[in-house]
């Protein structure tokens, strides 16, 4: 059986895996992201090492997407600045000829949900991580969606809670944007502290909760998903599904009238199934699709 390179590429760590096209994992490695010139020759190694007939990437970006451009596969415009302009997907490949295919992480992590995950069976559906930042991928009439570059619903604008404290968020690109008001460090802004010592009534879990039901609502209103899944280490603390949940219905206002929102919310937003793997089993089927391709399937 033919094997298939994962990597899920992120800012902190780079996790690599080699799967038989079955989705049998042979092994993983873990490695801590720094630059380019020390990350990338070990991963180069380890794909060659397994011999892997094809290569699926899931990624931080942003990325390069559009597979006629002469950078496709590049991450493009990355504050983490060692990897701006860096040629991730070629310098990868190094010279081997196989097919490979790379999307971003979040896109890696909602085709997983999709397809052996939470949201298996949706045509359209949303994933959503919030941790240190916000991101999400759309799949949209069953595929991943790009348009013109990719989404970025991390950074879509919402409007303040009238008892934030600290309402222009901490983005450095945006007033009020969803991952400066709602991500990790703009909690731990607002609080002046950790969160995580914090009681479940404390009221930035409230502040928190419509954030990401503002986002729900936006996502429901313009993508029209099937599924919302919401993963990360900011949906660790176990209240806030049930706020976001009950929050999004309150915001919608009985406006979109299906059953799957007004009478099943709590298997319309939900948290994901293959968390905290998600991206890296994605990253393996972007691989495995890259595969089929090239067999003409
Ligand atoms: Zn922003």
């Known amino acids: 059986m033919r094997k ?12 690599l895996a080699v799967y038989l096209e079955d989705g049998t994992e042979l092994e993983r490695l873990t490695l801590p992201t720094e630059t380019p010139e020390e990350t990338v020759p070990p991963m ?10 094809a290569l699926g990437i899931g990624s931080f970006g ?11 596969g590049s991450i493009t415009s990355t504050p983490k600045l060692k990897w701006k302009d860096y040629p991730l997907l070629k310098r990868l490949l190094d010279g081997m000829d196989i097919p490979a295919k ?6 890696a992590a909602v085709l997983a949900e999709v ?11 949303v994933y959503v991580t919030i941790g240190t930042g916000v991101g ?9 969606l790009h348009g013109l570059v990719h989404p970025e619903l991390g950074h879509m604008l919402l409007r303040p809670h009238p008892e934030d404290p600290n309402p222009r968020g901490v983005c450095p690109y945006h007033e009020g944007c969803m991952e400066g008001l709602a991500a990790g460090p703009a909690i731990g802004a607002r609080v002046q502290g950790d969160a995580r010592d914090l009681p479940d009534d404390h009221p930035t879990f ?13 996502l429901i209103l313009t993508l029209s998903p099937q599924k919302i899944v919401l993963g990360g280490g900011v949906l660790g603390r176990e209240c806030l599904l049930p706020m976001v949940r009950r929050e999004t219905l309150r915001l ?16 319309y937003i939900v948290a994901p199934e293959l968390f905290p793997v998600s991206g890296l089993v994605g990253s393996f089927l972007l691989g495995k699709q890259a595969l089929m391709e090239a067999d003409g399937q």
Not at 136 to 143: I, N, R
Not at 206 to 218: D, F, P, R, S, T
Not at 252 to 267: E, K, R, S
Request: a negative charge.
């Open 4 to 15: 298939i390179g994962a990597l899920e590429a992120g800012g902190t760590k780079m996790v």
């Open 206 to 218: 409230a502040i928190e909760a419509y954030y990401l039901a503002q986002m729900c609502v936006n």
């Open 62 to 72: 942003p990325l390069q997407l559009d597979p006629a451009a002469p950078d496709y």
């Open 44 to 53: 180069i190694a380890f794909f060659r090492r397994h011999q892997v007939d």
């Open 102 to 107: 790379i999307d971003t992480d979040v896109n």
């Open 115 to 125: 397809e052996l995950g939470a949201a298996r069976g949706c045509r359209n559906a």
């Open 252 to 267: 919608l206002g009985g406006y979109v009238q299906h059953p799957a929102i007004l009478q099943d919310m709590d298997n």
């Open 136 to 144: 999400g991928g759309v799949y949209a009439e069953g595929k991943l």
